[in-house]
Every structure is written in C-alpha cells, then in structure tokens.
C-alpha cells in the first residue's frame, strides 16, 4: 500500500466515523480537536485503524499520535 | 465455570439486578455468560425480558469478563477495580427474550486506549442473534 | 415497570422543538440496594428507560428500542445528591418508528445522552 493510498483511506474512513468533512482532515490538524475525540472515544480511533489496516495498535502508542501527518506515518510503519 | 453465589466474586451487583446466572470462562480478550430468564426478573413485563435486561446483561458480561482478567493479572486477592460503562454504541436488539429461554452472551475487547476497552457483544438464544452492541468499559484506577 | 415505581414524573414543560420532563427517584427502590450495596447509583439501564417512559409518555404510544445508536454517560446518577433530575427529550415521531434525541441533565450537570430509533408496540 502506498503511502497515498494509506492517506485517502484514512481520511474517508474517519470522516464517516466522526462525521466531519473531509475537508477538514489536513496534515498538521491535531487529530483530536478535529475530529473532537474525548478520552472515551480515542478508542473508536484504535479500533477502526486496527479493523482497517489488519494491524494492533496499543494505547501508549496511539497517544503519542498529535496530528494526521503522524497518524498516517505511524500506519505506514505498522504496515511495512 | 461458574454459577449461583460464585457469580459475586465476578461482579458488584447484587439482586435484585444480577442479570447474568452462568460465567463460562474468559481468556485474555474473550468472556462468555449466561442467563436464563425468570418469571420474577426485575426487567420482565408481560412474560418478557426488556430492553433493559437485555443490555444489562450484555454490561454484566463485561463487568466479569474484566473481573476474570484482572484477578489472573493482579492475583486472586487483588482488590476488584471498579468498572463503569463510558459508553454503549451500535445497540441492536431483534427480539425481546421470553421467560424461559437462556440467553448466551460472547464479548471481545477489540481495542484498549488507556483505562478505556471497547468491547464487542453478541447475544444468542440458541443459533440465533438476538442482540449486539459496543460497550466502552472505563476502568478506575 | 419503572415507571411510579422506580421513579415518578413531577412536571413537564414545552420547549422550542423538545420538552422536558422533571422526575423524581425513589431512593428506597430495591434496584438500590442491589446497584449497588451500600452505594446506591442508578444503573445506566434504569437512566436509558426513564428517556424511554418519557418518550412513550410523549407519543401515547408502547416502545421497543430495537436500535440504540449511541448512549453516552458521562456523570453517575446517584439518588441521594441527585434525586431530582431533568429529562430533556427531542422526539421525530415518522409513524411506525420514534427517533429519540435524549439527555438526562440537571442545572449545568449533564448525566447522559442518548440517540436511539425505537418501534411502536402494539397494546395487547
């Protein structure tokens, strides 16, 4: 999987899930206040990568996740 | 297996709103319970277990599957850490359980982001599906 | 089942596009000493099907909530402190099926919030 591919499906799929544009997904957004997650819901976040990509992701990991950019990197790693 | 009293050592509920009868085990990620409805449960009306039975046992299997787990991380004198449901998502219920029939429940923790595990639930009677949902357990620390 | 039992409807007031409905718990509700010993707190069971009263209060009609889509607690009803609370409800009656907008609030505090699809029953 490319690197852009990696990028239009997670946008797609998070924009679904939270029900925000798509448009609003930018590289340097802080994934968090975009898709306004609480803690409750960073979960949701885990689970759909997880579900998507084949990959497990555990908790410290993902909190260490800031901006989109980062998210799609760190998928990008998972995979390879 | 676990049954009657046993099930307190699992769970902090007590009746009148002990919604699972039956612990058949857990691993890791998985935990599976039973009930069988009773004419004189709580949630009955009308010979059958509502709604509100239904998605409190889902809880309940949670609650002992956590229970379960950490009891074989923590040791079995460990003090219970008290679990809450953050959050219940995707519930679908087809049909209401009539008193009589046992309701089997199976749930997953598909993913853990700190205190919080987003578990996976399905209810049967018999073969069939009458109940899924997600449920997010927030755990005290 | 809940319902004068478990807890009692004190009011209601008609708002802009919802209505609210005040209750009352009854702290001497034997859910309490079971939910739990010692430390009475409303199940979140109990809190979604006081919405669903109020909901079938509003349409006349018997519900069966088939399809919970989302059910969030964010503070623990507890009937000591809060005994009274306010049920804040937007209803989307489409003829079979009832679209529920609910949260369960009182002054600032926010308890839960509920959105849910639930059918009409039929009376027997």
């Not at chain 2, 902090?12 to 449960?41: C, H, W």
């Not at chain 2, 429940?105 to 982001?113: F, R």
């Not at chain 3, 049920?87 to 839960?112: H, N, R, Y």
Request: aromatic letters at 6%; one cysteine or more; a negative charge.
């Amino acid at each position: 999987m490319t690197k852009g591919e990696i990028i239009s499906k997670v946008n797609s799929l998070l924009a679904e899930e939270f029900e925000v544009e798509e448009s609003v997904i930018t590289p340097e957004a802080n994934i968090k206040k975009t898709l306004e997650l609480d803690s409750l819901s960073l979960v949701d976040l885990v689970a759909l990568i997880d579900g998507e990509f084949g990959i497990k992701t555990n908790g410290a990991e993902m909190s260490k996740v800031g901006t989109f950019s980062e998210l799609y990197d760190f998928i990008e790693s998972k995979i390879a | 297996m676990q049954q009657g009293e046993e099930i307190k050592q699992l769970i902090p509920q007590r009746e009148p709103i002990m919604m699972i009868d039956t612990f058949y085990g857990a691993t890791e990620t998985t935990g599976k319970s039973g009930l069988t409805v009773l004419a004189d449960n709580v949630f009955c009306e009308d010979g059958q277990l509502r709604e509100m039975g239904v998605i409190e046992h889902i809880a309940q299997t949670c609650a002992a599957y956590n229970g379960v787990k950490n009891k074989k991380n923590n040791g079995v004198e460990s003090k219970p850490k008290l679990g809450y449901i953050g959050e219940i998502k995707k519930c679908q219920i087809a049909r209401l359980p009539r008193i009589g029939e046992q309701l089997v429940t199976e749930v997953e923790a598909t993913a853990q982001v700190m205190n919080v595990t987003l578990m996976e639930a399905t209810t049967k009677i018999g073969s069939e599906t009458i109940a899924s949902c997600q449920i997010k357990l927030f755990e005290e620390d | 089942m809940l319902k004068d039992d478990f807890f009692t409807i004190t009011g209601k007031e008609n708002g802009e596009g919802q209505v609210v409905y005040h209750i009352e718990l009854n702290p001497n509700h034997p859910i309490f000493r079971g939910h739990f010993p010692g430390n009475p707190i409303s199940p979140g069971v109990c809190n979604i099907g006081m919405i669903k009263v109020c909901a079938e209060e509003e349409t006349g009609s018997n519900l069966f909530i088939g399809n919970l889509k989302q059910c969030k607690f964010s503070h623990l009803v507890t009937p000591g402190e809060n005994k009274e609370l306010d049920i804040v409800l937007k209803l989307e009656d489409t003829g079979d099926i009832v679209k529920i907008a609910a949260s369960i609030i009182k002054g600032d505090t926010k308890f839960m919030e509920l959105k849910a699809e639930a059918s009409k029953e039929q009376k027997a």
